[in-house]
């Protein structure tokens, strides 16, 4: 048998070369045979096709027609943010360039947590970090997986600065990660402070930090998971500089209106916080993971630092080698900084806020649809590109088994949220192509589905029952 190709060196272009051809294809046919936006037929169907295609994960002898087959039965089983239909979480379709610079870092494999595994990516992500630091009035940043990883460093730093009695004050609609982050690092149990209206209330929240002793860390969210709301940020910047407490803010979703001078404005305060959360695998149409910890003040940074002799020895580090450890709390990590400058370079800040304003003018007019349409409610005009409707007068049984209907026949990928007591579908508009059209025919497809499918039990469907 011979030796199998590697994807560097001199020959890996020659190497990869007819591969691609093969997954590209495969992606191609996947989606051909696929059809809509996610598989039709519920977890067990999808299930079994995949058992089907894969057959014996470890054979004694090897398949050599194994990455047509597994690429082609991933595309087929695939949710594709890429179709209009697509559209419940934050969950972008990626850019092909991005994604073409993404097969150069799996092909080249820098590892960066020490210079002499990563020479320019190690540069290549300074200099990334530093203009998104900057563009979000930071002084740096570090690259994280995302939201989650970035929530759980900025509590870690915040912990490592003020001392490990800081309570942490979110949001009722803050992410899940932040109260969850809390309790990985210790901390005390999160104060919770109301959002009635679906934002932080700057009332609520003057109460907590006059009641609460000791170090305080606020945590704000810029566009927040359910609806895409942004908490009243300049309001909350000046409650926390008169109590002297610690801001982060969460803008994993919200981040993106930076590139945009139409929306930019919506994030007015945000250069207040300590710590910024940013994403660019959502409102930056990158392959996941694509996340920032944006920091004010670096030195905050110092609490990461590590020592390792065969990474970051000291007589190297005084040679002038840079020392990467006290760059994430991971070691072995992706150079997920070159698919970020090569969109930053390729589109520039103008198409990226053309991006930015597409998708939010998409989900004005998805929202307007909604509004004009006697048989769906909306639940408010979207604020960055997530709109909450629901059929009028259904009961929230009917809400959930029609989302459930749409994604086990593989028409229609919808998300749910949880707002002023009631469940709404949610529709998260990610995708730059999407046409008038393409909107009008989702919320045509949830009307079809409550004049004709409905009566039919959900339940035979999510076990697997070939749709009609």
Known sequence: MSTPSLASGPQGPHALRPLLDTVLDALRDGTRTRRGPLPAGGPHAVAARVRDAVGNVLPDQGDPDALRRLVHALAEGAADPAHPHCAAHLHCPPLAVATAADLAASALNPSVDSWDQAPAASELEALV??????????????ITTGGTESNQL????????????????HGANAHHSLPRAAWLLGLPDPVVVPAPAGTLDPAALADALSTLPGPVVVAATA??????????????AALCHAHHARLHIDAAYGSGLLFSDRHRTKLTGLDAAHTITLDLHKLGWQPIAAGLLAVKHPHDLAALHQHADYLNADDDTEAGLPDLLGRSPRTSRRADALKIAVTLKTLGRTGLGALVDQVCDHARTFAALVDDHPAFELHDRPTISTV????????????AAVRRHLLTRGRAVLGRARLDGRLWLKATLLNPHTRPADLAGLLQLVEELLEERLEEPVEELVEGTTPR
């Open 223 to 236: 566009g927040t998971t359910d609806a895409g709301l942004i908490d009243p940020l300049p309001d909350i």
């Open 129 to 142: 970090t530093q203009a998104l630091a900057q563009e979000a009035g930071a002084a740096d940043a570090l």
């Open 388 to 399: 909450l409707f629901r059929p009028a007068g259904a009961t929230d049984d009917t809400v």
């Open 154 to 169: 900025a509590l870690l730093l915040a912990r490592e600065t003020h001392g490990p009695g800081i309570r942490l004050l």
